[in-house]
């Protein structure tokens, strides 16, 4: 095509796209004529109306004579207040209570002045009763006629959603202001899925009400009977930080009931923002957790860690990973992430390299079980903070080989604080567990004895040793929630060890930046971390099967498997010996171990001896000689389910993999 021609293609679109244009910019530029033109003969029918109404026997001749002339004076006066209000200008669609009072300040202006003019003009055989019955007449017309077809509107969705193939019948938990911020976006929203059937709130003066049009119809406590009266499958949860209490409650009401669940983001609790359906994500574990939400001090942290040399061990793994995330975020001056599994660690570093171009991050892959290796990372990166998170986790795995996990849990961490040590490093944070505490796994066991060993070498030594102690996180490689998931997905069965078996859960970005804050601040040489309350495993197996939208012991079995090796009903964080603790801050405890024995070192030869022979009796008694708490558990077999996991029995609680 000629250059000629392509500039007269060009035009010629350009001249479609006016003229097709062109037609609603018209009409929004008259468009007010028009809403003008319809006031107009609304304000005329009312008074003609009420004169109407009001002059049953029929109109006196006075009055059909002045008739006319206040018709015209009334359209005059009210289309003037109507434009001085700029509600001539009228969005269908957007209009709501501030453009309702300025109509009704309108029509009030309307009449005030019409009745001023009224008696200046003699028109007295136009009583002021039909002024009155005008005026309401008026307000109900132009009221309706703004209003008129955004209720319409919504209407026709309403039932075009209720009607639309994968409609979900849905009902909203809150009505206070997110309830109806979010329910005014989902009726206006053409392409949203859920059929909104009302709400409910525990809010008294509330019953009985409507919002947006749908009718608060009970509390939260008649969510069983209001599904299946309406038929509900979706519940929207719009309550600005809902305790965990409440959430669970929420749950165990609707536990019978196939209904899926979305929550508005905490955040909305703090910002002043517009609250859409697109925001809501569905329930998760964390919501669950029985303790309130911890708020850190990132300035503190960042005091802590920027300019420092940084070496952090198993950091591929789900809480060493974390800890480098963490800590990079911080400004370090290097950032030394050692680990075992080189795929991952590739995987981690290559997301660091993106995330933080400018920060010096070197991956190493080393076996902390190696101390010729150690030394050498030492003396290279010469760290000044030390985090060890790498150990062997997984309790019934390390049952059947006690010698791996005491040469790397317990000779690992000798390995590297020595390291620490020799390159005169000024922190060794060692991350510790509940399992550690009268212990009756050999993984409990050898991370008990993990934190004897940096107390012993700190007895000589310039580096400040500290031990963090804390329970089970939501999410980490083998731990519960995952393998629970996965379960579900697979259609069951749900498999937990015991009914009543419990564990202290948080979520790894809290655990972790306490473990910041507890190893760097200097409080002492064992810190433990506040859980919260521990949670039943039961429990939180039924509430996951309840948060995907499906029946626990109908549509997912649970199936109580007996505790496996080395595994305990519940856990504690201290020893009785520890519990002259102080709370330091948020979350953080201080505890007070007992040292270690005097022939520690002879013993911790015996044990090397006999877990480098692979001597798994051997192994096991050299740990009693040396941790009188250590008292193996009596195994309890494998046990068919016995109980509903939603049945009353005490405490709270988890079958659990790995602590830490």
């Not at 309702?100 to 008696?119: D, M, N, P, Q």
């Not at 007449?137 to 209003?147: A, E, W």
């Not at 209407?155 to 019948?169: I, K």
């Not at 941790?627 to 109980?643: C, E, N």
Request: charged residues 20%.
């Amino acid at each position: 095509m000629k250059h000629g021609q392509k500039l007269e293609a060009l035009s010629m679109e350009v001249g479609l796209q006016e003229s097709s244009e062109g037609a609603p910019r018209r009409a929004h530029r008259f468009g007010w004529l028009r809403m003008l033109g319809v006031d107009a003969v609304l304000i005329a029918c009312s008074l003609l109306f009420a004169t109407v109404l009001h002059f049953a026997d029929g109109l006196s001749p006075a009055c059909r004579e002045v008739l006319p002339r206040a018709v015209a004076l009334l359209v005059a006066v009210r289309l003037v207040t109507l434009v001085w209000l700029g509600l001539h200008r009228w969005s269908f669609h957007r209009s709501g209570i501030h453009e309702a009072v300025r109509l009704e300040l309108a029509s009030l202006a309307g009449t005030i002045v019409f009745e001023l003019l009224r008696t200046v003009l003699f028109m007295d055989a136009l009583p002021g009763q039909v002024v009155a019955l005008e005026f309401f007449v008026t307000t109900t017309l132009l009221g309706f006629h703004r209003f008129a077809p955004r209720m319409a509107r919504q209407w026709y969705l309403d039932q075009r959603r209720a009607r639309a193939e994968g409609s979900q019948r849905t009902l909203i938990v809150g009505a206070g202001s997110a309830g109806d911020l979010l329910l005014r976006d989902l009726l206006r929203d053409r392409k949203s899925p859920w059929h909104v059937i009302g709400l409910v709130d525990d809010d008294p003066g509330k019953q009985g009400t409507y919002l947006n049009g749908k009718p608060v119809l009970g509390v939260l406590d008649a969510l069983p009977e209001l599904m299946k009266k309406h038929r509900v499958t979706q519940v929207l949860i719009a309550i600005p930080r809902l305790s965990p209490e409440r959430t669970r409650h929420l749950l165990s009401l609707c536990r019978h009931q196939s209904v899926s669940f979305k929550i508005i983001p905490a955040s909305f609790a703090y910002l002043d923002q517009k609250i859409t359906a697109a925001m809501l994500h569905d329930l998760s574990p964390e919501h669950l957790l029985p303790r309130d939400a911890i708020a850190f001090d990132h300035e503190e942290v960042h005091r802590l860690v920027t300019g420092r040399r940084i070496l952090v061990t198993g950091g591929a793994g789900s809480i060493g990973s974390e800890i480098v995330r963490q800590v990079a975020g911080h400004s370090p001056s290097s950032l030394v992430v050692v680990d075992i599994n080189e795929n991952e660690l590739y995987l981690l570093v290559r997301q660091l390299q993106s995330r933080y171009p400018h920060l010096p991050v070197h991956s190493v892959v080393a076996d902390i079980r190696d101390l010729d290796r150690m030394l050498r990372i030492g003396q290279e990166f010469a760290p000044q903070y030390v985090f060890h998170a790498a150990a062997h986790k997984h309790v019934p795995l390390m049952e059947d080989a006690p010698e791996e996990a005491i040469k790397n849990n317990v000779f690992g961490t000798q390995n590297v604080a020595r390291m620490a040590d020799a390159c005169g490093a000024e922190r060794f944070i060692l991350i510790s567990t509940d399992k550690a505490v009268k212990p009756s796994s050999v993984m409990g066991a050898s991370k008990r004895l993990a934190e004897m060993v940096i107390r012993d070498i700190a007895a000589t030594s310039r580096t400040i040793f500290c031990a963090v102690r804390f329970g089970n996180v939501l999410g980490s490689a083998g731990s519960v929630v995952p393998l629970f998931k996965q379960q579900i997905q697979a259609g069951g069965p749900v498999t937990v060890t015991h009914p009543d078996c419990t564990r202290y859960f948080m979520i790894i970005p809290e655990a972790v930046g306490l473990v910041v804050l507890a190893g760097l601040g200097g409080y002492g040489e064992l810190c433990i971390l506040d859980m919260g309350e521990p949670v039943r495993i039961a429990e939180l197996a039924a509430n996951m099967i309840t948060m995907t939208g499906l029946v626990p012991d109908k549509d997912i079995p649970i199936v109580y498997t007996g505790l496996r090796p080395g595994e305990k009903l519940e856990e504690t964080l201290m020893s009785e010996e520890e519990e002259l603790t102080q709370q330091v801050r948020n979350r953080i405890k201080v505890a007070r171990s007992p040292a270690p024995p005097a022939d520690f070192q002879l013993q911790l030869k015996r044990l090397d001896r006999a877990a480098r022979a692979g001597d798994s009796h051997d192994v096991k008694r050299a740990l009693q000689d040396l941790l009188p708490a250590y008292t193996p558990s009596k195994i309890q077999g494998t046990v068919a389910k016995v109980l509903p996991a939603f049945a009353p029995v005490k405490a709270t609680g988890a079958e659990q993999n790995v602590s830490a």
